[in-house]
């Protein structure tokens, strides 16, 4: 039989031109529900938005798993082939998409939220340092000077994430350890952060405190928009205001440890802006 073979039952191939805009989808690992009539209030996705038409950080509101995860229950039949083009045979489309290997950036970032969202279920659910309006959620990670730089959501931190180039020598470096990393905005200390258990998937990484605890945020699209902004703040040379001045942060927080103090104020303003300041408390 010539055409791709669903993985599962339901299916949709992570191909959303395959989905009708009212097609009703559920996970296929906890069975929840999403219905385009009524959009998802974890979030904050309104009503009417179609399952191809979610954002690209969208999970599972319910066990977080990834949207191509999710089967079809119902739609509505998307419009037939015009006459005379057959649908294309598997090798036909092997040869016009041929496989993507994922850039560094994407594989850290994947690898950063798989951790993160282990944690989280395993050992911070429940804690009274943790948002629970909010998840895990790796964002806007990019290739920077051979570094991968990106910030990492989480309910109890955000922070700002480097990974050092291939090939960079950790032999002397500690866990917990400071140093000063220089980007077009300025330059900033970053935290050291070596995971125990060798996790393959998740090499030795410099951190910088942005937010924590996480209650300024009450929804996921404002945590994971400021959360652009300071990215975008980092890798801003106008932001420097002289390329002498160092501004510093507070050490980033361990998995599992209440946080400690909060990060510098000034610097977390210069690098997410009206973001960070439509996200303050306030009086």
Request: charged share 15%; proline share 10%.
């Amino acid at each position: 039989m010539s055409g791709l073979t669903p993985r599962f039952e339901g299916s949709y191939l992570g191909d959303t031109a395959r989905l009708a805009d009212d097609a009703v989808m559920e996970c296929k690992i906890c069975w929840s529900v999403y219905d385009p009539a009524e959009g998802c209030e974890v979030w904050q996705v309104p009503p009417h938005t179609p399952f191809s038409s979610l954002p690209d950080y969208w999970r599972c509101p319910t066990c977080d798993g990834a949207k191509e995860q999710f089967m079809v229950v119902s739609a509505s039949p998307l419009p037939s082939m015009p006459a005379g083009e057959a649908p294309a045979s598997t090798a036909a489309l092997a040869q016009e998409q041929p496989r993507h290997t994922p850039d560094p950036a994407s594989s850290f970032a994947r690898a950063l939220e798989d951790v993160f969202a282990d944690i989280y279920a395993s050992k911070m659910r429940g804690l009274p340092f943790v948002n629970e309006a909010l998840n895990v959620k790796a964002v806007g990670f990019c290739s920077f000077e051979g570094q991968v730089v990106g910030a990492l959501v989480t309910p109890w931190f955000m922070n700002l994430i480097v990974l050092p180039a291939a090939g960079a020598d950790w032999s002397g470096v500690i866990s917990g350890s400071k140093k000063l990393l220089d980007f077009p905005s300025g330059s900033y200390e970053f935290t050291a952060a070596l995971r125990d258990g060798g996790v393959e998937a998740l090499p030795g990484y410099w951190a910088c405190s942005l937010f924590s605890p996480m209650f300024n945020f009450t929804t996921m699209l404002q945590a994971v928009d400021t959360a652009q902004a300071a990215v975008r703040g980092l890798l801003d040379p106008a932001l420097n205001p002289q390329a002498s001045v160092a501004h510093t942060s507070a050490p980033a927080p361990q998995a599992g440890q209440p946080p400690g103090e909060k990060p510098d104020m000034g610097r977390r303003s210069l690098l997410v802006g009206q973001s960070a300041r439509r996200t303050e408390p306030q009086a």
